[in-house]
C-alpha cells in the first residue's frame, strides 16, 4: 500500500515536471529579436513561469481547446485580455506570431507546430510557443520602460493584464466533483457496463492485431460512439467535442483517451445532454448511461447487458 502511493507520487511527479517544461523550455531562436534578451533573461524567465504556471496553464488549455492554440484562438486571447494600446499594435503583434509560428530549417523557413495541422494551412502555437509570444508582447508594451528588462516586464504583462482578464480552465475543480464519494461508487456500479462500451470502441479506428490490443481510443472513436447515440445530433460540435476530448487528457494533446479519461467524457457529455443547474452531477450522469447510453447501444454492442430498474 505505502509502496504504491509511493509510486503515485512519483509518477505525479514526473507529470508535472513535464508538464511545466512544455511551457518553461525557453527556445532563444524565437526570442532573439527581443531587445537585451540574453542567457540570463531565459533564467529569469522560468522563475516567472514557475511562480505563475497555474494561471498559464489554465489560460493557455482554456483558449487551445486542449490542442494547440490556433491563430484565431490566439486572437480570442488577445480580445479578452486587452493588452493592445499605440504601442502594442495588432499589427506589430502578427508579426511576432509569424516568427513565433515558424521553424527555421537550413535557409528555409516553413510552419510548425509538432506537425499538427489544425486546418488547411494554419499550424497552432505550442505551450513554449504561447510563452514566447507572451514574451514579445511585454517587452514591445513596455520597451519604453527603463526600469522593466524582460523578465520583469513579462511578469508585469501577466500580472496586470493576463491574469485579472483571461479565462482560464477549471479541470482540476471539476475532477475534485468526480472524485467525490458518491460519484466513485456510482461509477464503480457501473464499472462492467463503461468497461463493455469503452472495449468495444477501442479499436474500431485500427486493423489488425493493433486493434485487438488496442486499450485506449482516439478521437474518431470517441466521435463513432457520440454519433452512434444519436441525441447529440444537434447538441453538441466536432470542435465542441475535440475540446472534451482534450481537457480531459492529462497531457494536454488531442490524442488516445485511456479508460479512466473516458469515464470523464461521459460525465462531461452527461452535462451537454442536461445542462440543468438543478439537479446534482452525479445524478445526471446516472440518469444519462442509464436511460440514453446504454440503451442507446445495447444493439450495437452485443456484449452490453442493460440492467432492469432497480438492479
Known sequence: MIASQIE????????????????????????????GFSQKCAEELVQVIQCHFKELRGAYLHYAMGGLMSG?????????????DKVLTKAKLDICFVKVNREEDGNDKRPRGSGMLLQK???????????AMLIHAASIKYEKDASLDIPKSFKKLLVDCVIPNAAVSEANEFRKVLFATDMRAMYKKYEVEIGTIFQHYSGRD?????????RSINFSELEMMVKDLEVFANKISVLELKKISGSVQLDDEVGEIDEDEFSEILCVLSIYHDP???????????????RTVF??????IKLLKVRMKGK
Open 206 to 214: 485500427e486493423k489488425g492485431a493493433a486493434a485487438d490490443h488496442k
Open 72 to 84: 484565431n484562438e490566439w486572437s480570442a486571447f488577445v480580445r479578452d485580455i486587452g493588452f493592445l
Open 295 to 300: 440503451p442507446g447501444l445495447k444493439e450495437k
Open 8 to 35: 503515485d507520487k512519483s509518477a505525479e511527479a514526473l507529470s508535472f515536471a513535464e508538464e511545466f517544461t512544455r511551457y518553461s523550455n525557453i527556445d532563444t531562436v524565437k526570442l532573439k529579436d527581443v531587445k
Open 276 to 290: 440543468s443547474p438543478y439537479m446534482p452531477i452525479v445524478k445526471r450522469l446516472e440518469f444519462f448511461l442509464t
Open 121 to 131: 494551412g494554419e499550424w497552432g502555437l505550442e505551450p513554449q510557443e504561447f510563452i
